[in-house]
């Protein structure tokens, strides 16, 4: 693309289309001067279509937009039988006029360029026309010819070929004088200094410029349409309107996070401009990712997801969802420049993720990383959950620090919070370890899972489910994460006081009933919110005087069957079981095995846990309470939507009351 200062208006749509062609098409160390004045020595000046000054020499070109068959001569020129002007004699006696002055401008010593006419026939946009010369060397060119004729050196006439210097171009810009004020107010719009072509396509252009009312400056970018350079008008009034609704949306989209500010648009009757802020930062797809901490990475994210919800709220969707139209600064600052407003939501949201995934992995935050990867996929719209758990991770702290691999060992100390103290139980993909949190002194557990990718789904839910929610008889979690240098991953909770209750060593009359009551409203609780434990056995119940508590939520899974599911259980039946239905399985059944010696269970198949049950006084369990539970242990058991579990298994409310509850 050749530097091109336009002195003035193009008279007609053939010189319009002209210019823009050269201007398109030669290279950009060519300089395209339009509808410029070659001053005389008397003083009067000669205005010439174009003046071009390129590798070879300065060539005169007149503009014709003759259509038919042309027959040119060295003196007399026809259009379709028609006399015509010979446009190529003009072209050349201004070419002799601007030698002249070039050589009385001269020093001693330098060479003045070549100067030459050169006529360019346009045709109908490069069609119809057919240009037949007398003389095959007249500087005569259609819109085929006429760029090689400019840049190659078989278009010279001169009898010696020399290049042009740069000090010869200087001198002919020089010789037409104040080229350069032209060029600035060529380049200004109104308060906008336009200082770099970014993008050009027919009468779109983006420019990156600079506002400069005096005394200060700021950088923007310039969104231009030249409207005289479509092809049709209907076309112009087509990229008018996108123009205009995209200045109405970002006007909508004010005081939005990531929204660049726009100012109002300009419009002088021959151009339509939107001024945009520059973005702060550089594109996403120069970004780089792994020289940022942690902290940045998350800020970054949460500052991007918090405009994309600002954005949909207000009833748009961002679209525009290219790296290179995404910025980022060293603030982390996040700017989207291209809102399109062309997706639906869940469409937008699955675009933001894949845009942001290769950050949100770098941040090594499992539960971070997989919303980024569901999302990307479209299995999640849960804008709300990423937020606040990005938010909670830069709350709580995340050591940026590179941590050497920890040995799951006495004395070790997970998440730079969690000192393991004692081991408590454990399987070849878990284990459970009491713990001590350092800054709190108080006890905890932390549980360890190996194999991260397997296991996220799981165990991702039931975090952000229980660290939503308080129940007295229910665990409550304290932290969550990935282990450094490995797949494993660690949730660490709060320590339930008490026993499994398979280990308790002296009941009292009436304990096991409460627990019981207890246990099942907080089923009932955790139901009600979607949230089912999947994995109750009598390890994952610890026992004191007065409560009982849950622990272990959706994992320990392996635990959990081996001490009943599986056990028990008709592996068929349970297949096709509810999740809550093998919950309230999984309490009737941890009792019953936790408190019937093992001589009057019988074999352990799924009757064994019914023939257990039987050693029961029926009476003393009340004859409601029995068949429910023998129901329960049988699969026959069915939930009634709205009611409540004591009630379902015919408890009453005074055994509610005298449960502790």
């Known amino acids: 693309m ?8 193009p008279v007609n749509d053939a010189e319009r289309w002209a210019f823009a062609l050269l201007s398109d098409e030669l290279p950009e160390d060519y300089l395209l001067l339009t509808n410029v004045e070659i001053p005389t020595h008397s003083g009067q000046a000669m205005e010439v279509d174009a003046l071009v000054i390129g590798e070879w020499g300065v060539y005169v070109v007149d503009v014709k937009g003759y259509i038919g068959r042309l027959n040119a001569g060295l003196h007399a020129w026809s259009l379709d039988g028609r006399d015509v002007d010979n446009s190529l004699s003009k072209a050349n006696y201004v070419a002799r006029v601007l030698a002249g002055r070039l050589k009385h401008k001269i020093p001693v010593g330098v060479y003045a360029p070549w100067c030459q006419g050169m006529v360019f026939v346009t045709g109908r946009k490069g069609e119809e026309i057919l240009v037949e010369k007398d003389h095959g060397k007249l500087s005569i060119y259609t819109p085929s010819k006429i760029i090689a004729a400019l840049t190659k050196e078989w278009g010279l006439t001169a009898p010696h070929k020399h290049q042009v210097t740069d000090a010869q171009k200087e001198m002919v810009l020089d010789t037409i004088g104040q080229v350069a004020i032209v060029e600035q107010r060529n380049n200004k719009i109104q308060d906008f200094i336009k200082l770099k072509c970014l993008f050009l396509q027919q009468g779109l252009e983006v420019w990156q410029s600079e506002y400069n009312p005096g005394g200060w400056t700021a950088p923007w970018l310039l969104k ?58 550089i594109p996403l797809n120069i970004f780089e990712v792994e020289q940022q901490s942690t902290y940045q990475l998350l800020e970054i994210l949460r500052r991007s997801i918090g405009g994309v919800q600002q954005i949909h709220r207000r009833g748009f969707t961002i679209g525009g969802w290219e790296s290179n139209c995404i910025f980022i600064s060293d603030d982390a600052d996040v700017e989207f420049i291209d809102i399109k407003d062309n997706l639906t939501n869940a469409e937008d949201i699955a675009q933001y993720a894949a845009a942001f995934l290769t950050l949100a992995e770098r941040t090594r935050q499992p539960r971070i990383y997989h919303w980024y990867r569901d999302a990307a996929k479209g299995k999640t719209v849960d804008v709300d959950a990423v937020r606040c758990d990005i938010s909670a991770l830069i709350d709580l702290g995340v050591c940026d620090t590179a941590q050497n691999y920890i040995a799951i060992e006495r004395g070790a100390v997970v998440d730079h919070h969690y000192r393991l103290v004692r081991f408590i139980s454990g399987t070849e993909r878990s284990q459970i370890w009491q713990a001590t949190h350092i800054q709190g002194n108080y006890s905890c557990v932390v549980s360890i899972y190996k194999d991260v990718d397997t296991q996220w789904a799981s165990i991702s839910n039931t975090y952000r489910s229980l660290a939503k929610i308080y129940h007295p008889h229910i665990e409550k979690v304290l932290g969550f994460g990935q282990l450094p240098q490995s797949n494993d991953l660690f949730i660490a909770r709060s320590w339930a006081q008490g026993e499994e209750l398979n280990e308790v060593k002296s009941i009292e009359q009436g304990q096991p009933f409460s627990w019981f009551v207890q246990l099942l409203t907080a089923l009932q609780y955790i139901h009600s919110l979607d949230i089912y434990h999947g994995a109750i056995c009598p390890q994952n119940i610890i026992c004191s005087q007065g409560k009982a508590t849950l622990v272990n939520f959706g994992v320990g899974v392996d635990v959990a069957t081996t001490h009943y599911a599986s056990k028990y259980a008709d592996p068929n039946l349970w297949a096709v079981e509810g999740e809550a239905e093998k919950d309230l399985y999984g309490l009737v059944a941890s009792f019953v095995d936790a408190l019937v010696p093992d001589n009057f269970k019988g074999d352990y198949g799924a009757d064994g846990i019914v023939n257990a049950l039987m050693q029961y006084d029926r009476a003393w369990l009340g004859d409601a309470l029995f068949d429910a539970c023998l129901s329960i242990l049988k699969f026959e058991f069915t939930l009634t939507p709205g009611k409540s579990y004591v009630e379902q298994l015919g408890l009453s409310e005074q055994e509610l009351t005298g449960s502790g509850l």
């Open 224 to 281: 231009i349409l030249v409207m005289n350079q479509f092809e049709t008008q209907d076309e112009a009034e087509t990229h008018e309107l996108k123009l205009r609704q995209d200045f109405k949306r970002m006007q909508s989209l004010s005081g939005c996070s990531c929204v660049p500010f726009c100012a109002p648009l300009i419009d002088d009757g021959e151009q339509l401009v939107l001024p945009i802020r520059m973005p702060r930062g």
């Open 2 to 9: 050749a530097r091109h200062i336009s002195f003035g208006t």
